[in-house]
């Protein structure tokens, strides 16, 4: 999907609630005036993609406890120059988990999200603080499948029925805010 692409799925895109609404409207803006989004060269901000994965019973998630951030988390990731950001979460929740039968729940954006990430090190490197424009996809894969964790990014995967998932953050805002969101949007299109 290219930038041009991108913001009319955005503009057809019916926000849930305020915080999604100013976010896409912020995203549009900064995809219409930057051109390199697409690429961590853009230190301000860069695109992602982050995947709410179920179960085939649509009741637990999966989760990853994430290195940086020390938390029980969503899987997902920066766009590095692919601009299919659809591919960008099924590549990720590949790669972050271990799985490998995973499958798109809807063939659109399933959530929107301006993520602020604080400055840190990764891979010996100080990366600055800068925002995640992100879009998120929900997903379905096979719990039977073997969980393996990819060590330089997770120290564990696992499972969470619906409710224990937001719990599980440690992150005040994303308990708040997104975890809850996810499960609530998702309960309504049952």
């Known amino acids: 999907m290219d930038r041009a692409s991108l913001i009319a799925e955005l503009r057809?895109?019916?926000?849930?609630?305020?915080?999604?609404?100013?976010?896409?409207?912020?995203?549009?803006?900064?995809l219409e005036s930057c051109p390199d989004?697409?690429?961590?060269?853009?230190?301000?901000?860069?695109?992602?993609?982050?995947?709410?994965i179920?179960?085939?019973?649509?009741?637990?998630?999966?989760?990853?406890?994430?290195?940086i951030y020390d938390s029980w988390s969503w899987i997902g990731?920066?766009?590095?120059?692919?601009?299919?950001?659809?591919?960008?979460?099924?590549r990720e929740a590949r790669e972050e988990?271990?799985?490998?039968?995973?499958?798109?729940l809807l063939d659109r954006i399933y959530s929107v999200e301006i993520l602020t990430v604080d400055g840190h090190e990764?891979?010996?490197?100080?990366?600055s603080s800068h925002l995640h424009l992100n879009v998120t996809y929900l997903l379905e894969a096979d719990e039977t499948e073997p969980l393996h964790k990819k060590p330089d990014e997770n120290k564990d995967v696992?499972?969470?029925?619906?409710?224990?998932?937001?719990?599980?953050s440690s992150e005040p805002w994303f308990r708040a805010r997104i975890y809850p969101k996810l499960n609530e949007k998702f309960l309504r299109l049952l």
């Open 37 to 52: 989004l697409y690429s961590r060269e853009n230190r301000n901000a860069h695109m992602t993609a982050s995947a709410w």
């Open 97 to 104: 988990t271990g799985i490998t039968r995973v499958r798109p």
């Open 77 to 90: 990731g920066h766009a590095d120059g692919d601009t299919d950001l659809l591919a960008v979460s099924l």
């Open 12 to 30: 057809a895109y019916s926000p849930w609630n305020e915080q999604e609404a100013m976010d896409r409207d912020e995203i549009i803006r900064m």
């Open 122 to 127: 990764k891979r010996g490197l100080y990366v």
């Open 158 to 168: 696992a499972w969470f029925p619906l409710e224990e998932a937001v719990s599980a």
């Open 54 to 67: 179920l179960n085939a019973a649509h009741d637990k998630t999966l989760m990853v406890y994430h290195s």
